[in-house]
């Protein structure tokens, strides 16, 4: 496992993302769902469950990289949203790769709530920059 913060990222600092895990094939996080990350109703907004998705899919991939490689960016992402997770209540997030490329990096982010139960899928596509 290598130490990464969310630090590197400064959107995902912002948000106060809190990686636990970081290697070239899984990264785990944890997010308090703040007031201000919320919607109407006091729960998480679907933006803040798709830019926690994107910063651990972009970690992922960068730890990743092949030899050579410069960076990576997010070509494309799309979200399933399964649940709610309310203000005060932390949700945990976990990023595996489904494919790593020369070109391009899948990988899928399952964020889940206090209780166990799904709140989003998040499976993007990452681009290697050479």
Known sequence: MTSFSADIIPFAKTMGIEITEASPERVAAKLLVRPDLC???????????????DSLGAIGAYLALPPGAKGTTTLESKTNFLGAAKAGTTVTAEATP????????????????????????VIQTQLVLS
Do not use: F, P, Y
């Open 39 to 53: 919607t109407t109703g006091g729960t998480l907004h679907g933006g803040a469950a798709m830019a926690l998705a």
């Open 98 to 121: 489904a494919h790593k490329g020369r070109t391009t990096s899948v990988w899928q982010t399952k964020i889940t709530s206090e209780d166990g139960k799904a709140v989003a899928l």
